[in-house]
């Protein structure tokens, strides 16, 4: 599986950006696709997940009211809406994905990782 990100790219505090994660595969009905993050002399961090059962998500408390993750069935495509961005969301954001019901956490818990899309917040 092929993960197509894009979306990245430099905004002011304040700004709103939005990443697309395109997938080469279908989808299955266990499939999980989200976002992770790392910034520069960071860990990588995850950002948000959302299943295509049952359309539930999961966000990191520091994006919470701010980002929303979205799925397009169609596209086989995810979304990361960004909005009221800082300066510490400053990071390169990887797509996500896992077919396979998984009860494990963490980055461990996908199989499949994009390039990244790069998102600078300029204060």
């Known amino acids: 599986v092929q993960l197509q990100a894009s979306g990245g790219g430099l905004v002011q505090t304040g700004g709103s950006l939005r990443l697309s994660c395109a997938a080469s595969?279908?989808?299955?009905?266990?499939?999980?696709m989200g976002w992770f993050r790392q910034a520069p002399g960071k860990e990588r961090e995850f950002v948000a997940d959302?299943?295509?059962?049952?359309?539930?998500?999961n966000y990191a408390d520091s994006v919470k009211g701010r980002f929303t993750i979205s799925r397009d069935n169609a596209k086989n495509t995810v979304y990361l809406q960004m909005t009221s961005l800082k300066p510490e969301d400053t990071a390169v954001y990887y797509c996500?994905?896992?077919?396979?019901?998984?009860?494990?956490?963490?980055?461990?818990?996908?199989?499949?990782w994009g390039q990244g899309t790069k998102v600078t917040v300029s204060s």
């Open positions: 996500v994905r896992t077919d396979r019901v998984q009860t494990i956490e963490g980055e461990h818990r996908f199989d499949y």
């Open positions: 595969r279908r989808i299955y009905s266990s499939t999980v």
């Open positions: 959302i299943s295509w059962s049952g359309v539930s998500t």
